[in-house]
């Protein structure tokens, strides 16, 4: 879809923000992304979707030459904690990279039992948020009405 074919902006976020979105280097599922992004893109914001599989060198590559507001890392086929803690070392071991805003959710693992552990240790590897499963995604438009300062100088998409 084009941009001048998608619907108007719901409302005008104050201000706009620039998102990195990706999922897990083992994970295909995509309409999980296309759903975050046409929310975000209908709330104002600006996303860039890496698609599924998305390598972890691939992802701190691209945040490094993006500088994105906020990276939001969505799984779903379980294994969100591993790829999460690998993603999330990644960034946080690269100086371009080390502080770039970044949360997780969609379904981290396969079970609810573990998930604070499961929470605790995505929090630990440098994630700001994890989102319980089965958190509704408009939770992303408060983070992003929340986040500090002024909107990063480079475009992420
Ligand atoms: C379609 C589908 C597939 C397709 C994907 C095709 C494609 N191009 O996307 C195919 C057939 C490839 C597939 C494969 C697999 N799948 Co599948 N798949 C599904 C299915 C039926 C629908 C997913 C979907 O598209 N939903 C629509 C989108 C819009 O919704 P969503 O994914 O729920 O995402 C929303 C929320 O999760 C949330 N959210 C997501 N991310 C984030 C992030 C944040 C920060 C927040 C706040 C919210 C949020 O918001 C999103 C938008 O509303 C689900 C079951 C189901 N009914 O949900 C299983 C499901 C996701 N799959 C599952 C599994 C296990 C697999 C496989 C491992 C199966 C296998 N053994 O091969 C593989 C994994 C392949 C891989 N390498 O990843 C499991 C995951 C189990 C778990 N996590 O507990 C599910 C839940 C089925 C089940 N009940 O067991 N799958």
Redesign the pocket.
Not at 26 to 36: E, F, G, I, P, R
């Given at each position: 879809m084009t941009p001048s074919a998608r619907p108007q902006s719901l409302r005008s976020p104050q201000p706009s923000r620039r998102v990195l979105l990706t999922t897990g280097s083992?994970?295909?599922?995509?309409?999980?992304?296309?759903?975050?992004q046409l929310?975000l893109e209908e709330h104002g914001h600006s996303v860039l979707n890496l698609g599924?599989?998305v390598p972890e060198q691939l992802l701190v590559d691209t945040v490094g030459m993006t500088d994105p507001d906020l990276v939001?890392?969505?799984?779903?086929?379980?294994?969100?904690h591993q790829d999460g803690l690998r993603a999330a070392r990644a960034l946080r071991a690269d100086e371009r990279t080390r502080s770039v805003p970044m949360?997780?959710?969609?379904?981290?693992?396969?079970?609810p039992e573990g998930a604070s552990t499961r929470a605790a240790e995505l929090l630990d590897a440098g994630y700001d948020e994890v989102?319980a499963?089965?958190?509704?995604?408009t939770?992303?438009l408060r983070r992003l009405a929340g986040l500090d300062g002024a909107c990063r100088g480079r475009a992420a998409a």
């Open positions: 083992s994970d295909a599922h995509t309409w999980n992304l296309v759903h975050l929310l599924p599989c939001v890392f969505s799984s779903v086929n379980g294994h969100g949360v997780i959710g969609g379904l981290l693992g396969i079970s989102y499963d089965g958190t509704p995604p939770a992303l």
